[in-house]
């Protein structure tokens, strides 16, 4: 089991849904990312969250929402999505945004878009 | 050209072989390594860490770094069907914060 949990881990929804992935890591980081990954390929980042601030927003279309309520959780709120949004989406923490940390990954939520 | 070139694969060995895994880069800034195993479905999985060029071992793995060459490398030795997964190596840049530059990841297989 991993120490950054990620729920649901599936998820399937409708183009005018309105959802929300959850993360949630108690290892005392203060970083946390988003990243989405699809089949075969290596993880794309999507957000950074620094000290509860996001410091990186990788160009990610306003239909994807990140949030970051506390240090501990980071939520990503999904509207009016596409099919081509289907993918893996994943969470990482590490203890801060220097180049040195390593980060420590979720089993992601998988999202399909009907 | 991509910052981050690894051979994806698939890799098939038998059981108890030694595996070589490796990637190449294009931008000398990079200063940190990283390897990871993903398992399918989930996510992945920090194995190895290195900071400039060497090697570490830990148990079976050992990663290694030529940065005048600009290619690391992962050894598996003794290599188990628990080992068949994506290998993917990661590296940053220390004045980029901590964005990671993924390799494709290559997919392994070990065959009792």
């Known amino acids: 089991d991993t120490e950054v949990t990620q729920t649901p881990k599936h998820l399937v929804m409708g183009m005018t849904n309105k959802k929300s992935l959850k993360c949630e890591q108690h290892m005392g980081h203060r970083a946390m990312y988003w990243y989405k990954q699809k089949a075969k390929k290596p993880p794309e980042l999507m957000f950074v969250?620094?000290?509860?601030?996001?410091?990186i927003n990788e160009s990610v279309p306003s239909r994807f929402s990140p949030e970051c309520p506390n240090s501990s959780l980071l939520n990503l709120h999904l509207h009016a999505l596409q099919p081509e949004d289907s993918a893996l989406y994943l969470c990482?923490?590490?203890?801060?945004?220097?180049?040195?940390?390593?980060?420590?990954f979720g089993d992601g939520t998988r999202l399909s878009i009907l | 050209q991509k910052e981050v070139e690894q051979d994806p694969g698939p890799l098939s060995v038998p059981e108890g072989a030694i595996v070589s895994l490796n990637c190449t880069y294009s931008n000398s800034a990079f200063q940190y390594f990283m390897w990871y195993r993903q398992y399918s479905r989930k996510g992945p999985e920090l194995l190895m860490y290195?900071?400039?060029?060497g090697n570490k071992e830990d148990g079976r793995f050992t990663a290694q770094v030529d940065k005048s060459s600009k290619y690391i490398s992962l050894f598996i030795r003794d290599s188990q069907p628990s080992d068949s997964a994506t290998y993917l190596c990661?590296?940053?840049?220390?004045?980029?914060?901590?964005?990671?530059?993924f390799g494709t990841g290559t997919s392994l297989t070990v065959i009792p």
């Open positions: 990482a923490s590490s203890q801060g945004q220097g180049a040195h940390q390593p980060q420590h």
């Open positions: 969250y620094s000290y509860e601030k996001l410091s």
């Open positions: 290195t900071y400039s060029s």
């Open positions: 990661a590296m940053t840049r220390s004045n980029t914060g901590n964005q990671f530059y």
